[in-house]
């Protein structure tokens, strides 16, 4: 046969198979559709290849979509901060997080189950008591639709990184994974942050805002490298890492701490050095009980000598500043610093909201629609506003109060200390037979903890940039405790198992 016919044969044999691929055909539609779109000025369609691919990966692999998704919330950007007004969206993190969640309900109807052992784990059962109660507060709220679109809210971040990264943080590799894909785009804002503050002379008032548009503020910036500072030392700690990746993690740690320095965030600064402290006692063999009731003892002393330590703080003059030793300072000041007193405001408002409805609260994310009338004008401040439009109760633990009554905050409450009680507990067991591991359980659990004493100050679990962390780490802490577990009842070494596809029931081992 003559090559040439041969070769011309054989280009039409492969063109035909490949126009009877319905996979050509969609290309093909696709290319004309783009075309027509162009030629319309009509560019949102290109992101249509994206959003076929996201759907088959959540229909396919929805592990591999998940720890994708990590990585792209430090660079998720909210649509009001945009300018798109009315709509306080992240993208591209919260549609995906939606289209997971519906999937997540749709095979609950399906009676595909969740891991048992993490269905019926205490930080599971305190994590349902609390969508219960929201979901309550929700039907009797002052204004039910901001208390639904709140509780979706709450519900897809809950699911997306608790209940579906749980099964796959059963693996150890993944528990470094989730980490290091927060960690890696987090490290790019921060230099982005630092490029940029450098351009104002690190001017204080520049960094609250240089981190714009990835992060709205530099208090939840700070937030969110405090909770990541205790978890990138232990990887710095890991043995047998090789010396490329000990330069990089040790690079890492570095940017992350000019980062948190830079970031202007008392709170932030406060929680990392309280957190230290509680390692420091933990690793010394202080019990968790020792440490709550001497908690306790500290509290109710504060209670006795109240309106002197009140007298105490009011001479202290000392507002926020450049400089580093003064802004430190300044954070006791509750007699001239405007966003001290603003707090006062606010917790005052979230009390008063309190009063009035004590059992069930004015209903989830309500608080910055109806604390207005609430401001008293010796609380008042600069800064303070009638319109809704700064902010909330600044606190993760008097924010449920008013919104959610008693039962709220007692959830709250729950939650933390289900958290102390499992961080305790998995160091403690760990630190028996592997050190490093150990030292990971800890880290993992003290990050929680700034989060915590920060919540005193702010809340931030209404945006994908903290709740990512903070969920996907109780993820992973509940993880290892469920490891603990199982090697406490085996008297083989436990090899973690792979997990079971789309969230379902593990096999019997």
């Known amino acids: 046969m003559n090559p040439v016919s041969q ?140 208390s639904l679109k709140f509780t979706l809210a709450r519900g897809w971040f809950v699911v997306g990184f608790f209940y579906l990264l749980a099964p796959i943080v059963r693996k150890r590799a993944r528990q470094e994974d989730f980490v290091l894909l927060y960690l890696v ?22 960094g609250h805002w240089v981190m714009d548009p990835f992060f709205k503020d530099h208090t939840s910036y700070g937030a969110v490298l405090a909770m990541f500072w205790f978890p990138v030392l232990a990887l710095l700690l890991k043995p047998d890492r090789t010396a490329i990746g000990k330069l990089g993690i040790t690079t890492a740690f570095v940017i992350l701490t000019i980062g948190l320095i830079l970031s202007f965030t008392r709170a932030a600064w406060v929680s990392v050095a309280a957190v230290a402290v509680l390692g420091a006692l933990m690793m010394l063999g202080v019990k968790f009980r020792t440490l709550l009731f001497a908690g306790a003892l500290g509290a109710f002393m504060l209670l006795l000598s109240w309106d002197q330590l009140l007298i105490s703080l009011e001479r202290n003059d000392q507002d926020s500043s450049d400089d580093l030793t003064e802004h430190v300072e300044s954070i006791s000041n509750v007699s001239s610093d405007a966003s001290n007193l603003e707090r006062i405001n606010r917790w005052s408002c979230a009390l008063s909201l309190w009063s009035e409805r004590p059992l069930t609260g004015w209903g989830p994310g309500t608080y910055q629609f109806v604390y207005a009338p609430h401001q008293r004008s010796e609380h008042r401040t600069i ?77 931030y679990l209404d945006t994908d940039k903290a709740s990512a962390p903070f969920w996907g780490f109780l993820a992973i802490l509940v993880a290892i405790d469920l490891e603990v577990k199982r090697n406490a009842r085996s008297t083989a070494p436990y090899r973690p198992l792979d997990p079971p596809p789309h969230g379902a029931a593990p096999s019997p081992r």
């Open 383 to 459: 800064i303070s506003t009638n319109n809704a439009d700064r902010g909330n109760a600044h606190s993760e633990y008097l924010g449920p109060l008013s919104e959610q009554g008693v039962p709220g905050a007692l959830i709250v409450i729950g939650l933390l200390l289900g958290c102390c009680t499992m961080g305790f507990r998995t160091y403690r067991a760990l630190r028996e037979y592997d050190r490093w591991r150990s030292w990971w359980a800890l880290s993992l659990y003290l990050g929680l903890m700034t989060y915590f004493i920060h919540g005193v100050l702010n809340n």
């Open 185 to 206: 785009p987090l490290l790019a804002v921060v230099i982005y942050t630092v490029i940029r503050h450098a351009g104002y002379g690190f001017e204080k008032q520049a």
């Open 7 to 146: 070769s011309k044969r054989s280009s039409a044999s492969t063109t035909s198979w490949s126009f009877k691929d319905p996979l050509a055909w969609v290309v093909l539609g696709f290319g004309l559709v783009l075309g027509l779109a162009i030629a319309r000025e009509q560019y949102a369609i290109a992101v249509v290849p994206a959003a076929v691919g996201v759907v088959g990966l959540a229909l396919a692999r929805r592990d591999l979509l998940l720890l994708g998704l990590v990585a792209t919330v430090p660079l998720s950007l909210n649509l009001e901060q945009l300018e798109i007004q009315g709509v306080g969206l992240y993208l591209p993190t919260e549609p995906i997080l939606f289209g997971l969640l519906l999937l997540f309900v749709i095979d609950r109807l399906h009676g595909v189950g969740l891991m048992p052992e993490v269905e019926r784990h205490p930080i599971s059962r305190w994590i349902q008591v609390m969508f219960v109660w929201l979901a309550v507060t929700t039907l009797l709220s002052w204004d039910p639709i901001v």
